[in-house]
């Protein structure tokens, strides 16, 4: 099978994507083929990074680089991102998104093997709409939910500052979910991204390797998710994720702002943690790698012999409970 592969990314230094130790194409439920990496050791603690809308593995690039070294690290595209082929009409939705990991969580870990999954955006999405499968209760340790929310994404966005929320809701509804080109990346490109993406101290080389990341993803995908993200309502899963789950958000997040992440955590059932990361945006795994790699490695610290494939009893450990850790 010939892989599309995304456009060249404005991208060097810890934003230019490591090379894998090795590729696969996971096939999931409806027969949609998804492109997997696996990076850093065979027997470390395994850590499954779901990346978010009009994004692609490229996005993980310096956590990977982060965790690498002592880590497992699975990662793949979503369908339609990156080397993952788009789908037809009715293969957008939250349903298709928790087969999608589902299948990665069964084709890319070792028998008896468990994992920390990591969502950011959509990815976190993901996650919640997989709150039912086997294959996460069986296979997932632990979870972070990273820059997402469960329902009214549109509604309590802060891209457009307006202060009727129908009005509010109904033009950054318009604008998200638009499916006019994206076209090159400009200066001018560069600035809105930042504006909508990111807290005001994310340098130029982070902003050109987010753009050449989010450009290359097609139109027609990113409207047709768009479509999802905007009648998302996942807030009943919330309450059936069961395993140990942190949260995190950025204090600047415009697309998913920190209310998200407290009214999360206030619902999770074994909440191990909120953390909210000062001054960043909506990308806070690149605008931070360090800080989000942090909370990564305290989930498997916790729960590692779980993420190395040890059957240990499960405590809830520091997980119970909700509590909040503002980092910079």
């Not at 870990?109 to 969502?119: I, P, T």
């Not at 504006?195 to 409207?223: E, F, K, N, S, W």
Request: glycine letters at 10%; proline letters at 7%; charged letters at 20%.
């Amino acid at each position: 099978m010939v892989r599309r592969r995304p456009a060249r990314l404005l991208a060097t230094g810890p934003y230019a994507p490591p090379t894998a130790v090795s590729e696969l194409s996971v096939v999931s439920a409806d027969g949609s083929r998804l492109h997997a990496e696996l990076h850093g050791p065979d027997g470390a603690p395994a850590v499954v990074l779901v990346h978010g809308w009009t994004c692609s593995t490229a996005f993980w690039a310096p956590v990977v680089r982060e965790l690498a070294a002592d880590h497992r690290i699975v990662l793949y595209d979503q369908r339609g991102h990156g080397r993952s082929p788009a789908v037809g009409p009715g293969g957008y939705s939250t349903h298709a998104l928790a087969d999608d990991l589902a299948a990665v969580l069964e084709q890319t870990l070792a028998a008896g093997e468990r994992a920390v999954v990591v969502g950011h955006s959509m990815g976190g999405m993901t996650l919640m709409a997989a709150a039912d499968r086997p294959q996460l209760r069986e296979r997932a340790a632990a979870a972070l939910l990273c820059n997402t929310g469960a329902s009214r994404l549109t509604a309590r966005g802060r891209v457009v500052p307006l202060r009727g929320e129908r009005l509010r809701t109904r033009v950054q509804g318009a604008l998200l979910g638009s499916s006019a080109p994206f076209g090159p990346v400009t200066p001018l490109s560069k600035r809105l991204l930042k504006y909508v993406t990111m807290g005001p101290a994310a340098d130029p080389a982070l902003v050109a390797a987010c753009a050449g990341i989010v450009h290359a993803c097609p139109r027609a995908v990113r409207a047709a998710w768009a479509r999802v993200i905007g009648e998302l309502d996942l807030e009943a899963e919330v309450g059936r994720l069961a395993l140990p789950t942190a949260v995190l958000a950025g204090t600047a997040d415009r697309l998913t702002p920190p209310e998200h992440a407290r009214s999360l955590a206030a619902r999770l059932p074994r909440c191990a943690g909120l953390t909210e990361l000062d001054g960043l945006g909506h990308m806070a795994p690149l605008e931070d790698p360090a800080a989000v790699s942090r909370v990564i490695r305290d989930l498997v610290a916790t729960y590692g012999r779980e993420a190395a494939g040890q059957d240990v009893e499960r405590t809830g450990g520091a997980g119970t409970g909700t509590t909040k850790e503002p980092t910079t």
